[in-house]
C-alpha cells in the first residue's frame, strides 16, 4: 500500500512510534550543519547540483530530529512530508520539501539535473528552509 497521508503511514508501519531521543537529535543537528559548512559554500556551473544534494541531506536530517524529538521513526521521504504536512501541520513546509525531493529524486534516479540558475534558485531556497528549521528546533526543543 502506498502511503497518502501521515496515518497511513503509521498503519502501514512505514512510520513507527519510538521513544524520543534529544541527544541523537542534536547530533544530527550538528552533522546537518557542519556538512553544510563544509561542501555547501562554494557554487559553481560544475557543483550546482552537488550542492543540492548536501542541503537536501542536512534538510533530511534537520527534519529527522524533529521527528525523533516527537518520538517516531520514518522509513522514506515521502512519509516525512506527510509527517510536516499532517502531524506539524504545515502545508508550505510540505510543499517546499516535496518540490526538494522531486528535484533530489531527478537528479539521483533520472540523470536530470537542474540548470546552473534553477540550482542557484534552489539552493537559496533550501538555505533559507534548513535555517526555518533550525529555528523550529531551537525554538519547540532545544530551549
Known sequence: ???????????????????????????????????IDV?????NKKNANFVFEIYYTSILEKIHAIVLLEGYKIR???????????FLKNEKFF????DFRYKRNS?????KKMD???????IEKAK???????EILN???FQ
Open 116 to 122: 546552473f540558475k534553477t540550482a542557484q534558485i534552489t
Open 39 to 43: 561542501f555547501g559554500k562554494k557554487i
Open 107 to 111: 537528479i539521483v534516479y533520472y540523470g
Open 128 to 134: 533559507k528552509f534548513s535555517n526555518e528549521l533550525e
Open 95 to 98: 510543499r517546499t520539501f516535496d
Open 76 to 86: 522514506n521521504h515521502i512519509c516525512l512530508g506527510f509527517f510536516i504536512r499532517d
Open 139 to 141: 525554538k519547540n526543543y
Open 1 to 35: 500500500m502506498k502511503s497518502s497521508t501521515w496515518k497511513e503511514c503509521l498503519i502501514s508501519n512505514e512510520s513507527i512510534k519510538i521513544s524520543p531521543d534529544k541527544e541523537k537529535a542534536k547530533s544530527l543537528v550538528k552533522t546537518a550543519n557542519e556538512r
